[in-house]
């Protein structure tokens, strides 16, 4: 009896130190081949900086395809790993069917699906999106990838794959107090701001956005300059007038003292308007007075066209029936489309982006490290200029040997330790803190100026993403803001978009053919297996104790 007491009390001394040490540590284990519920050591250091509660509520409950049920599964699991590192953090889902008129003012849009159950095809409406509320701030996290996809399972494997970025990006976000500014230079005849209205309104929601009048420089170098290297970007947007040696020593200048600039420039004079407005127009070399500037970066922009047979389509006028105009978009060789670097963060799981009348760039041996970002297909031409572009040429058939130039360079990341372009020189004017070399900047330079211009409907600027006419859907505002990021990002965080998981699919053609079978397999038979084993229990007792 004794010994009985004592092993009953061991025992119960034994689980309460059991639950105590259980408590007291916790541990998750990552079982997955991808490791995909494993947080990268950038997220971890985002997640440590929340020192206050954090809200984040998913709009992804309710009745909808069971594909997004999936999305529903992995973005709960994902979430709770971020709870777990961090207690602060609080995850709610919650039905948006009773405030579908309010998410759509926080600019949340639902998305229209086709689900196809039983082989027959159907509609619905679903909410993927997340809101983040932290110290009365909010940004909302979209859940569905922009990018063109063939079907519904390679958006599901795009949007779970890129769910750590979105929402470490929007928290990140979140927790700053201060906007990193960027600023629009202005005063080379750049592109006037509604053609940028798309692009620039995405800036503006992650970073304080002004404009920077270059050309005050003329009237006060030293203030300019000054003012300048207190920015963190520059955003230049197809200049069209020359560029003064002060404006382009003042340049130099914030770019050795650490300052990013993204670079969109056309080293050709060629516009599209024109082009269709008279059906011909002369296409040539722009000097904008930078070649040497850039050459010392490492990049020269040639004043050369690139035709490519894998191109965006324009509409034109093809006849008439009665007093109706027929229209038909046919390819236009001078509107690649370009594909990303399928390795880099800025241009990974982008759509194919559009350029218009785009330059290739060289190049040059030095210390900064390049990086291809837009590729031509290998089916391209160069046009040399001056030249003659005529519209009628579309009706051409292209022959293939004529387009045997191999792939061409439209956008390149630099990165590395910069010399000024002026180490050697005569500076235009006299600068008191005058720097040779930058450490560890970045720039990207793009060889068209119009990948930031988007199209004027009634007067109101349209979707970059998207053209007005021929409805087709391009990556170019995805691709500059991934761009933007990257330049200014000083954690790493951009390349959680790297991250690739291997998510399997349900076959949905092979289970409506075999429907009636696993049906079978799954419901009728553990039944009749359960039924046998009774009936022979059955008869196994009465024979036994009869």
């Known amino acids: 009896?004794?010994?009985?007491?004592?092993?009953?009390?061991?025992?119960?001394?034994?689980?309460?130190?059991?639950?105590?040490?259980?408590?007291?540590?916790?541990?998750?284990?990552?079982?997955?081949?991808?490791?995909?519920?494993?947080?990268?050591?950038?997220?971890?250091?985002?997640?440590?900086?929340v020192k206050k509660t954090l809200f984040i509520t998913v709009y992804l409950e309710g009745d909808f395809p069971s594909e997004f049920k999936r999305l529903q599964?992995?973005?709960?699991?994902?979430?709770?790993?971020?709870?777990?590192e961090n207690s602060l953090i609080k995850i709610h889902f919650e039905n948006p069917d009773d405030r579908r008129e309010a998410l759509i003012k926080k600019g949340m849009m639902p998305s229209q699906l086709s689900v196809e159950e039983d082989g027959k095809l159907s509609e619905a409406i679903i909410f993927p999106w997340a809101e983040l509320n932290f110290d009365n701030k909010t940004r909302v996290v979209s859940l569905l990838p922009t990018t063109i996809v063939a079907n519904q399972e390679e958006q599901l494997q795009k949007a779970i794959e890129n769910l750590e970025y979105s929402f470490l990006s929007a928290t990140n976000s979140i927790l700053k107090e201060k906007q990193k500014n960027v600023v629009l230079l202005t005063g080379n005849g750049q592109l006037q701001?509604?053609?940028?209205?798309?692009?620039?309104?995405?800036?503006?929601?992650?970073?304080?956005?002004?404009?920077?009048?270059?050309?005050?420089?003329?009237?006060n170098p030293q203030q300019t300059l000054q003012d300048l290297t207190s920015i963190d970007l520059a955003i230049i947007t197809k200049p069209t007038q020359k560029f003064t040696g002060a404006e382009k020593f003042t340049l130099d200048q914030y770019i050795t003292n650490g300052g990013k600039t993204l670079w969109m420039l056309d080293n050709v004079q060629a516009d599209q308007d024109s082009l269709l407005a008279t059906g011909k127009m002369l296409a040539y070399p722009r000097d904008l007075n930078i070649t040497d500037l850039l050459f010392s970066y490492g990049v020269r922009i040639?004043?050369?066209?690139?035709?490519?047979?894998?191109?965006?389509?324009?509409?034109?006028?093809?006849?008439?029936?009665?007093?109706?105009?027929?229209?038909?978009?046919?390819?236009w060789f001078y509107h690649p489309l370009v594909l990303g670097n399928p390795y880099h963060p800025i241009t990974k799981n982008v759509g194919n982006v559009r350029l218009q009348f785009a330059n290739q760039i060289d190049t040059?041996?030095?210390?900064?490290?390049?990086?291809?970002?837009?590729?031509?297909?290998?089916?391209?031409?160069?046009?040399?200029?001056?030249?003659?572009?005529?519209?009628?040429?579309?009706?051409?058939?292209?022959?293939?040997?004529?387009?045997?130039?191999?792939n061409q360079l439209f956008a390149v990341l630099l990165e590395g330790n910069f010399k000024s372009a002026y180490k050697n020189r005569v500076k235009?004017?006299?600068?008191?803190?005058?720097?040779?070399?930058?450490?560890?900047?970045?720039m990207i330079v793009i060889s068209d100026g119009d990948i930031a211009k988007n199209q004027i409907l009634k007067g109101q600027p349209t979707d970059l993403s998207?053209?007005?006419?021929?409805?087709?859907?391009?990556?170019?505002?995805?691709?500059?803001?991934?761009?933007?990021d990257y330049l200014l990002d000083d954690s790493g965080l951009i390349n959680l978009r790297n991250k690739t998981l291997k998510i399997n699919t349900l076959d949905k053609q092979k289970a409506y053919k075999e429907r009636t079978y696993w049906q079978f397999l799954n419901v009728?038979?553990?039944?009749?297996?359960?039924?046998?084993?009774?009936?022979?229990?059955n008869y196994l007792r009465k024979r036994k104790y009869t």
């Open 1 to 49: 009896m004794n010994k009985n007491i004592k092993y009953i009390a061991g025992l119960c001394i034994g689980l309460i130190i059991l639950n105590v040490t259980n408590q007291s540590f916790y541990k998750r284990f990552d079982l997955t081949a991808d490791k995909r519920y494993t947080l990268s050591e950038t997220t971890k250091l985002i997640l440590s900086e």
């Open 73 to 84: 599964i992995e973005t709960r699991q994902f979430l709770e790993e971020l709870a777990a």
């Open 193 to 219: 701001d509604i053609y940028q209205y798309s692009f620039l309104s995405e800036v503006s929601k992650k970073y304080r956005l002004t404009k920077f009048p270059l050309d005050s420089v003329a009237s």
């Open 302 to 331: 040639n004043t050369t066209l690139v035709k490519d047979l894998y191109a965006a389509q324009i509409p034109l006028a093809t006849g008439n029936i009665g007093n109706q105009t027929q229209y038909q978009n046919l390819d």
């Open 364 to 406: 040059l041996k030095n210390d900064i490290k390049k990086t291809p970002l837009l590729v031509s297909s290998s089916l391209t031409r160069k046009v040399g200029t001056p030249s003659i572009i005529e519209l009628q040429s579309i009706a051409e058939e292209p022959k293939e040997e004529d387009y045997a130039a191999g």
């Open 428 to 442: 235009p004017f006299k600068s008191n803190n005058y720097k040779a070399n930058a450490t560890q900047n970045k």
């Open 466 to 484: 998207r053209d007005k006419w021929t409805n087709q859907e391009f990556g170019n505002k995805d691709f500059l803001m991934n761009a933007i």
């Open 524 to 537: 009728i038979l553990p039944l009749v297996i359960l039924v046998i084993f009774g009936v022979v229990l």
